[in-house]
């Protein structure tokens, strides 16, 4: 009967613990399997019932080592563990993804969590270790987890390693296949999407899915998704930490790139901005030889990058009026609420271009993917023509109306620049206009004077909620002396049933960044 009862108590201990513990396993996840940036992200207040129960009931057992009573407790805490994590229950924006990569984390975790239990159960004859070392699993199963996941770091690393060079050979072999790279702090992925509708009219082409941007994303995309009839792969290259582009250039080189602009984002990972540029201009430095590369004229950095540049075939593109050096420039550009229209110009024609794509930073995204077009033999005409039919990337600008009522997701927007292009087309709306936003992050010390920025920005807006506290003092110093009617929230879920109280017909929400449950 003993032996049975113990068990049911390890199968039951560890089935709760892993359901109590699916927002650590979660965070890590989100947080790149990183441990300091995990234990960060928890809300440990959460856990502060369980604990000072536990903590009673271990003084609770100090005069018993009956079994069925340590039992009957361990149960009974397990039940509330159980009831309370069903309580605290939230809606979630990002779940739990079983990776090869967890599921590796997951059955070693569980693997030592048995053996474990296994060892205090049947092994240990002393009944005092029995008793407070099964009843404190729940706080052993940390120590489990941070162990198993320490044991896997070099055995993650060799897996890593094997597949890039997989990856690396693999291009080498497709000697007719061009690589053209992206980076940059902002509008990787809209950039590479225009790009992909371009070169698709004349070639076979091939880019990276989603925002999958970091070695082993494009380690993926290369292995799994480029065939030896391919002509053009584009890759997108992301970085947050130091000489990122570098390692990426490794793996797969450049014959092409694009560096759409640099500013203060993932200064928090960077440390300095000088590093940001730094690693940024990897992409200039591991270019091929005769490899060509697009600037724009409209971010400093980027500017500053072409003069520093010692590449012949080196290009600009801008959207103002001066545009001495630039080969393709964008004039005439009107921003209305539903659609841009310009003129694409080069130094011998101009033709008109009219997309769906909102704000003059969409018109900067075209001109680099239509520079890069333009460079690789595509014909202004069909690039016009392409233009014309693009379509919005998901959660970057995207309008989408309903019954009368528009809404701007602009969810994936998360640097400086681009929240200014965001809420100067929510501007263009002729009703009442709404921002639902965070904030911004991953700024280091420049966060609290960026979202000081924000606030001041939105100081034209009818309503602003705000639905993180981690940016909440910032924004609303910003917005002192404003009309707005301001609302402040715990989580976006919050503030959407706000939103259906003060959204209507002819109105536009603009929904600007949206962070993930880690945050």
């Known amino acids: 009967m003993i032996i049975f009862l113990k068990i049911l108590l390890i199968l039951i201990s560890i089935f709760i613990i892993n359901f109590d513990y699916y927002y650590l396993f979660k965070f890590h996840q989100l947080s790149g399997y990183n441990l300091i940036k995990t234990f960060k992200s928890i809300n440990l207040k959460q856990y502060y019932p369980k604990l000072i129960l536990l903590i009673f009931i271990n003084i609770s057992l100090i005069f018993t080592n009956n079994f069925f009573i340590i039992f009957a407790v361990i149960i009974f805490f397990l039940v509330i563990v159980l009831i309370l994590n069903l309580l605290q229950k939230t809606k979630q924006k990002n779940k739990l993804v079983f990776t090869k990569r967890f599921t590796r984390l997951f059955i070693l975790t569980n693997l030592f969590s ?5 060892f205090i159960s049947f092994i240990v004859k002393n009944p005092y270790i029995f008793k407070y070392f099964l009843l404190n699993f729940y706080l052993i199963f940390l120590f489990i987890f941070v162990f198993s996941q320490t044991i896997l770091y070099p055995i993650e690393f060799l897996i890593k390693q094997f597949y890039k060079d997989k990856a690396k050979n693999k291009l080498k072999k497709l000697k007719n296949l061009k690589v053209v790279a992206i980076t940059g702090s902002f509008a990787k992925t809209s950039v590479k999407n225009i790009l992909y509708e371009m070169l698709k009219t004349k070639y076979k082409v091939k880019k990276t899915e989603k925002s999958f941007n970091t070695e082993m ?23 947050d930490h130091n000489h990122d582009i570098k390692k990426l250039c490794k793996i797969a080189s450049p014959d092409y790139a694009i560096i759409t602009g640099v500013n203060d984002q993932h200064l928090k990972t960077f440390k300095t901005f000088e590093n940001i540029k730094n690693t940024k201009y990897e992409l200039v430095e591991n270019l091929k030889p005769q490899g060509k590369i697009v600037f724009n004229k409209d971010n400093i950095v980027s500017y500053e990058f072409y ?9 600009l593109v801008t959207t103002s009026e001066n545009n001495q050096k630039t080969s393709l420039w964008a004039e005439k550009i009107k921003c209305k609420f539903n659609e841009t229209t310009f003129y694409l ?35 202004l005409k069909d690039i016009q023509k392409v233009i014309e039919k693009l379509s919005p990337t998901p959660h ?13 997701d602009d969810s994936f927007n998360a640097n400086p620049d681009g929240v200014k292009g965001a809420i100067d087309v929510l501007k263009t709306f002729k009703g009442k206009k709404i921002v639902i936003t965070p904030g911004l992050v991953e700024l280091g010390e420049k966060q609290y004077t960026e979202n000081i920025k924000l606030g001041k920005y939105l100081k034209k807006i009818d309503y602003v909620l705000i639905t993180n506290d981690i940016n909440r003092k910032a924004i609303l110093e910003g917005l002192k002396g404003s009309k707005n009617d301001i609302f402040c929230f715990d989580n976006l879920f919050k503030a959407t049933k706000k939103l259906s109280e003060i959204f209507n017909i002819g109105d536009c929400v603009l929904f600007l960044n949206d962070l993930p449950d880690n945050y």
């Open 217 to 239: 994303g494009i380690t993926k995309v290369i292995l799994n998704n480029v065939e030896k009839s391919d002509q053009i792969l584009i890759l997108e290259f992301g970085a």
């Open 307 to 315: 003069n520093k540049c010692s590449n012949k075939h080196k290009y």
């Open 345 to 379: 110009c080069t130094k011998k024609e101009k033709c008109f271009c009219k997309t769906i794509l909102l704000g003059k930073n969409n018109v900067q995204n075209i001109l680099l993917a239509a520079k890069m077009a333009l460079i690789l033999g595509v014909k």
């Open 114 to 118: 048995i053996f474990y239990l296994v």
């Open 396 to 408: 970057r600008l995207n309008l989408i109306e309903n019954n009368g009522k528009f809404i701007l």
